[in-house]
């Protein structure tokens, strides 16, 4: 039973402890990546922090920043062209070679955008993007709890 509940239990405090809505506290990437939180292009202070530092996590692309997914949304013309952007992405969320992201639209609904890491290429994906239910589809069972953006 132990084995059972340290898993779950690692992975609710990294994500308890990785993410602020608070756009002053996203300016510090933690000391074992390489990967900077700097804001995105399209906006001004717009940047989120790395969602997660969990050692599990690694090689998955976790974590990921809002500069990385913003380049890997534009990169899909099909999701690009039917989500409006906004300010850029907040309330990143990333487990296991997913991650989510909330759009900043002006008088607009706030869309999901779900992601997807390839590993062979070490990098991001955009697949989706809407309004409702974008995980269900697109996202394993499995890892759809541990995604904020998911629930």
Not at 63 to 79: H, I, R
Request: charged share 15%; glycine share 6%.
């Amino acid at each position: 039973m132990t084995r059972a509940l340290l898993p779950i239990a690692v992975a609710a405090i990294a994500l308890a402890g990785c993410s602020s809505e608070d756009p002053a506290d996203t300016t510090a990437a933690p000391a074992n990546t390489a990967a900077s939180s700097a804001a995105p292009a399209a906006g001004p202070s717009s940047a989120a922090a790395p969602s997660s530092a969990d050692p599990a996590n690694a090689g998955e692309g976790c974590p990921v920043d809002a500069t990385t997914l913003q380049k890997a949304f534009q990169a899909n013309a099909e999701v690009a062209g039917s989500i409006l952007l906004g300010k850029g992405f907040k309330d990143i969320s990333c487990y296991q070679g997913y991650a989510t992201a909330l759009t900043q639209p002006e008088a607009m609904d706030t869309a999901v955008v779900v992601f997807k890491y390839d590993a062979a290429k070490k990098t991001w994906a955009a697949v989706m993007g809407g309004t409702d239910n974008v995980c269900q589809a697109n996202v394993p069972a499995e890892i759809r709890p541990h995604l904020k953006n998911c629930n």
